[in-house]
């Protein structure tokens, strides 16, 4: 099976061609190849494939040609991957199977329009972010408030007055099960500027990554609503990098380096 690898503010995946759907991409398989001693390692696994091939998206057809089928390292699905939807769009571009100019990718989540910066950066319209209230996250003993968003994906994003270098993510932080049945990505972040924060994030079923996409727009939601505000650009600070999102009245975007790193032939099997 062929492979590629690639990565957006070092939040990385390996990124599997597999056009006419006939890998039996299973669980099993996703933990071994994202397993970063005995497999390739990753965040999560990336399988391309035609939208036309998969009934779960059969309704985005007509909008997009390409299923982006993300799974998270521990192989469960997921809906959504903001960092993983703009490196599935630099594969597409450099295969030569998508117009730099502009075009969508189908996911879990909704169509997502991408769209190639000047500089190279890519761009996803991450569509209209929707915000539930508030609930707590605990880490260490200490309970922080967040917002939840709702961004394909499930988010808690708490705004914090430790410093986010001080955290200890090694374990899962506590969320209330209740408001969040099928688990939470949860950011922690301290603004550091009249439109700049400083994040860090534990994802559901990937564990703290240097990076999160979705969770950089959550954050810049939240972070825009304490200052009483529902729009504006944001600079998000990661622990790979650096995003920008911009939020306005019906959208948001999600910008950044994409990159792709390697290639070969992969040997795991179930």
Same mark, same amino acid.
């Given at each position: 099976?062929?492979?590629?690898?690639?990565?957006?503010?070092?939040?990385?995946?390996?990124?599997?061609?597999?056009?006419?759907?006939?890998?039996?991409? =299973?669980?099993?398989?996703?933990?071994?190849?994202?397993?970063?001693?005995?497999?390739?390692? +990753?965040?999560?696994?990336?399988?391309?494939?035609?939208?036309?091939?998969?009934?779960?998206?059969?309704?985005?057809?007509?909008?997009?040609?390409?299923?982006?089928?993300?799974?998270?390292?521990?192989?469960?699905?997921?809906?959504?991957?903001?960092?993983?939807?703009?490196?599935?769009?630099?594969?597409?571009?450099?295969?030569?199977?998508?117009?730099?100019?502009?075009?969508?990718?189908? #996911?879990?989540?909704?169509?997502?329009?991408?769209?190639?910066?000047?500089?190279?950066?890519? #761009?996803?319209?991450?569509?209209?972010?929707?915000?539930?209230?508030?609930?707590?996250?605990?880490? /260490?003993?200490?309970?922080?408030?967040?917002?939840?968003?709702?961004?394909?994906?499930?988010?808690?994003?708490?705004?914090?007055?430790?410093?986010?270098?001080?955290?200890?993510?090694?374990?899962?932080?506590?969320?209330?099960?209740?408001?969040?049945?099928?688990?939470?990505?949860?950011?922690?972040?301290?603004?550091?500027?009249? =439109?700049?924060?400083?994040?860090?994030?534990?994802?559901?079923?990937?564990?703290?990554?240097?990076?999160? /996409?979705?969770?950089?727009? $959550?954050?810049?939601? $939240? +972070?825009?609503?304490?200052?009483?505000?529902? =729009?504006?650009?944001? #600079?998000?600070?990661?622990?790979?990098?650096?995003? =920008?999102?911009?939020?306005?009245?019906?959208?948001?975007?999600?910008?950044?380096?994409?990159?792709?790193? $390697?290639?070969?032939?992969?040997?795991?099997?179930?």
């Amino acid at each position: 099976m062929r492979f590629l690898k690639g990565h957006g503010t070092e939040n990385d995946f390996v990124i599997l061609p597999d056009p006419d759907g006939e890998v039996d991409l =299973t669980a099993g398989l996703v933990a071994r190849i994202c397993d970063r001693r005995a497999g390739i390692g +990753a965040d999560g696994v990336l399988r391309v494939v035609r939208t036309k091939q998969c009934p779960e998206v059969a309704h985005q057809v007509a909008a997009a040609e390409w299923f982006m089928d993300y799974r998270n390292s521990d192989g469960s699905m997921g809906e959504m991957c903001g960092n993983g939807v703009r490196v599935f769009a630099r594969y597409l571009i450099d295969a030569g199977l998508a117009d730099p100019q502009g075009f969508a990718v189908a #996911t879990r989540g909704g169509v997502r329009r991408i769209h190639v910066e000047p500089n190279g950066d890519i #761009t996803a319209d991450m569509g209209k972010p929707v915000v539930h209230g508030e609930s707590v996250a605990g880490v /260490g003993g200490h309970e922080y408030t967040g917002i939840h968003v709702n961004m394909g994906n499930p988010h808690l994003a708490c705004p914090i007055g430790d410093p986010v270098v001080q955290l200890d993510l090694s374990h899962p932080p506590a969320f209330d099960t209740g408001v969040f049945p099928a688990g939470v990505n949860i950011e922690f972040f301290n603004p550091v500027g009249v =439109t700049r924060v400083v994040m860090r994030v534990y994802e559901r079923g990937s564990g703290e990554t240097r990076s999160c /996409g979705t969770g950089a727009v $959550a954050t810049a939601v $939240a +972070a825009a609503a304490l200052s009483g505000d529902t =729009t504006g650009t944001w #600079t998000v600070e990661v622990l790979g990098g650096r995003l =920008t999102v911009i939020l306005d009245e019906d959208t948001s975007y999600l910008s950044g380096p994409a990159v792709l790193v $390697a290639s070969g032939d992969l040997m795991l099997a179930e």
